[in-house]
Every structure is written in structure tokens, then in C-alpha cells.
T-cell receptor, first 115, second 111 residues
Framework: DTAVSQTPKYLVTQMGNDKSIKCEQN?????MYWYKQDSKKFLKIMFS???????INETVPNRFSPKSPDKAHLNLHINSLELGDSAVYFC??????????????FGEGSRLTVL | QKEVEQNSGPLSVPEGAIASLNCTYS??????FFWYRQYSGKSPELIMS????GDKEDGRFTAQLNKASQYVSLLIRDSQPSDSATYLC???????????FGSGTRLQVQP
């Protein structure tokens, strides 16, 4: 059983399109995250939800909109895709929040390529 | 100045040697420190956590923390080719509800 699963694993799309990535965790964790990893391997936090409540919203273009229908799911919708959005997007979860957010469990990543 | 800095490498060591990976952080109030390993094309996985000054050992891995110098390191003893990966340092601080990652150090262990 996969603990944190993301779909799709690969996305290739044209500039200007809209796309969504879905994430589900079966660990019973309270907190879920979206991280973006660029070509230089730099992992940057985008959003975090705790029990469906948005607790982190970094400086991310408002073309990116997260949605958490319940604490086991966190989706990411991206409007009007740009070349610079090409990256690997990782979903992660953890038990607790704040200073307890040590052990992150990552999904396999979704590699987005914008042409 | 980046919040978490690592040398990108690659750091190349022969099989059986000790690999030493280093990380510095800018915010003195940081209180939790983590090392994640990421194989090419895979997701990061936690290998070590450390919260207080000194050394913490787990098998072939030793994490070292020096809060006065704002420095954390990871030693891998008896390096194996299977240790070849990118090692990400991550830091947490009070009031910050997510980990901040460095850009990682690529380790190559030569057979």
C-alpha cells in the first residue's frame, strides 16, 4: 500500500493550459504539503494544509490553487501554465504541525513539463 | 543569504571511505534538523533527525549538530555505491510550519 500517492506521475502540456495534480495519504496524518523541486533539486514549500485548513501559502502565483476536501486529500490546480512551471511537484504529509513537522512522507512526485 | 546552504557537489568518495556532508543555516532560532536522501528520479526519504548539540548515530550514519556555529553535518561510514544519491539538509524553526530545505549535495561512491 502506497502511503502518499500522487497522480499523474507525468504531465506534458502546452503553455496556457490548466492542469491538476491529486494527492492522497493513508497514514492518518493531519498535515499535507505541496513542494516544488526545480531542475537544481531545490525543494521549496508552496502550500500546507492542516485538517483541511490552509496554514502555509508561500509567495506563489495565484494561478496555483490548492484544495483539500478532507485531511487525507490535497489537490493542486494550476491555471494558464507557463514554461517556468516545469518542475517536479511533491506532495507530502506529516503528523502534527509547527515544530513537529520533522518526518515528512513524500509522494513519488509529479513531473510537469510545459512546452 | 540562503536559509539553508549546502555544497552542490558532486562529492566523490571511494567505496569503504567516510563521506562527510555539510550544511549551514542562517536562522539561529532553528531547532530541528533533518537529513533526507533522494535517489535520482525518486522522492526524498528521511534518514536522520537531530535536535540537540552533539552527535547522533544510527548504523553507518552519524549526524552532528553545532548550534553555536549554525552547522549540521552527516557522516556516512563505510560508504557503499548504493549510498550514491543527493542528500538534502532540512531545518525547522518555531512558528514555521514546514521544513526549509537546502539544495542538496550529490554524493558519488566509486566502486
Amino acid at each position: 500500500d502506497t502511503a502518499v500517492s500522487q497522480t499523474p506521475k507525468y504531465l506534458v502540456t502546452q503553455m496556457g493550459n490548466d492542469k491538476s495534480i491529486k494527492c492522497e495519504q493513508n497514514l492518518g496524518h493531519d498535515t499535507m504539503y505541496w513542494y516544488k523541486q526545480d531542475s537544481k533539486k531545490f525543494l521549496k514549500i508552496m502550500f500546507s494544509y492542516n485538517n483541511k485548513e490552509l496554514i502555509i501559502n508561500e509567495t506563489v502565483p495565484n494561478r496555483f490553487s490548492p484544495k483539500s476536501p478532507d485531511k487525507a486529500h490535497l489537490n493542486l490546480h494550476i491555471n494558464s501554465l507557463e514554461l517556468g512551471d516545469s518542475a517536479v511537484y511533491f506532495c507530502a504529509s506529516s503528523q502534527g504541525k509547527g515544530s513537529n513537522t520533522g518526518e515528512l512522507f513524500f509522494g513519488e512526485g509529479s513531473r510537469l513539463t510545459v512546452l | 543569504q540562503k536559509e539553508v546552504e549546502q555544497n552542490s557537489g558532486p562529492l566523490s568518495v571511494p567505496e569503504g571511505a567516510i563521506a562527510s556532508l555539510n550544511c549551514t543555516y542562517s536562522d539561529r532560532v532553528s531547532q530541528s534538523f533533518f537529513w533526507y536522501r533522494q535517489y535520482s528520479g525518486k522522492s526524498p526519504e528521511l534518514i536522520m533527525s537531530i535536535y540537540s548539540n552533539g552527535d547522533k548515530e544510527d548504523g553507518r550514519f552519524t549526524a552532528q549538530l553545532n548550534k553555536a556555529s549554525q552547522y549540521v553535518s552527516l557522516l556516512i561510514r563505510d560508504s557503499q555505491p548504493s549510498d550514491s544519491a543527493t542528500y538534502l539538509c532540512a531545518v525547522n524553526k518555531p512558528g514555521r510550519r514546514a521544513l526549509t530545505f537546502g539544495s542538496g549535495t550529490r554524493l558519488q561512491v566509486q566502486p
